[in-house]
């Protein structure tokens, strides 16, 4: 990749010595101004600390643009309430992964390769068989995520574009499988096999809610919900998961084990596992009257309970995505017919008490993307258990384009961060007779 050029200069003083090490500002296309710090260790012998990484850019990406202040989310330029409005999940995923829009003939092929590879290998399908019945689903999906590594040795080379190609189509069209395959594990029911003449989003209803003794139709409102949603999850710049399958990819590691680790990381509640906690919170919550108290134990510093849902490490104003989620749960909501569903009324009413709350307005905290998700998931029918599974599949394609992106640069170096270490200084080993 090239570096953007930027006139801008800093200078870095050492005020004890008077040394001046010059840092480069970088120019990205658009966003705030980069200081490339790297020159530091050597010039300065010092590195930066920064906990957290809330100054730091780690890379430099194409994908994805997020405007945390004004509140916008742009892929490959493309603003998210168009594609929300026009596009379809898979052509989102071929424009994440290649740059740009499709044209007809590059949709058909894209969407036929994801299409025809559903399918899990058998000895696969068997791993979940030696999962307890109660295992949480993200359990079982990022381990058979892992383990697909020991079935494709044949298309492993991170070097080799086609293999690079023949690894995303896999794991994009096999992950929905993989997941409904531990729902359906989970309830003890038997698997059921992808259909390739539909499309798919009805294609993973179809894995979830069929069953071999009955015959299922996807509910066409539904299959266009879930597409919706996964195309508002696809990517969001480098999130803890997105970074963890950059770190453990620039290691070398193959592709499988990279995914498998952002999933871990995506489970983890104050990220992707959010959408399940965000239920179980309105469910604690249970009544619109107890909203106050609630509201008072967010704010509370002596407890550990947090608004889930709220605040966002970019966003500090309105999550564009938890806007056009609220707006699709009134939709969904009313045309699946669950006009009057509690949660949702007791979300909506949670958000009003909160953004008039001075904690929350000097804090810019707003819904995030997760604050809704999960209500438009149960109406669906699927439970709460699985909610940061599907959050996972539609961020798989943002992983593989990140590690796409990554791994076919040429400058790429493995991640090592480094420290500010506290710990004991340099001593002598003691025996343990004369500790
Ligand atoms: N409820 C109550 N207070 C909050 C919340 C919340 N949900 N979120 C942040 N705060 C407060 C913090 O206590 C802190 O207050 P202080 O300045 O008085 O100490 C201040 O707001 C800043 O919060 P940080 O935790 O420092 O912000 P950070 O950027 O590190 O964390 C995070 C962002 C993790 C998303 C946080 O807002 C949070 O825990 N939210 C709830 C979990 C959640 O919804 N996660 C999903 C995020 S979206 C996603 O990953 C897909």
Known sequence: MSTPSSEQRYQLVDSSTGKKTEIKALAGTMGPTVLDISGIPKDHGAFTFDPGFMATASCESRITFIDGEKGVLLYRGYPVEQLAENSSFLEVAYLLLHGDLPSQQQQEEFTNSIRYHTMINEALLRFFNGFHYNAHPMAMVSAVVASMSAFYHDSMDIHNARHREIFAHRIIAKIPTIAATAFKHSVGQPVIYPRNDIDYCANMLHMFFSVPCEAYKADPVAARALDLLFILHADHEQNASTSTVRLAGSTGANPYAAISAGISALWGPAHGGANEAVLTMLEQIGRVENIPKYVEMAKDKDSNFRLMGFGHRV????????????????EVLAQ?????????????????VALKDDYFVSRKLYPNVDFYSGIIYSALGIPRSMFTVMFAIARTVGWVAHWQEMISDPGMRIGRPRQLYTGAQTRDYVGIDER
């Open 315 to 330: 966003y500090k104003n309105f999550d564009p995505r938890a806007k056009i989620i609220r707006k699709m749960c009134h």
């Open 336 to 352: 699946m017919g669950h006009t009057d569903n509690p949660l949702f009324e007791l979300a909506l009413r949670l958000e009003e």
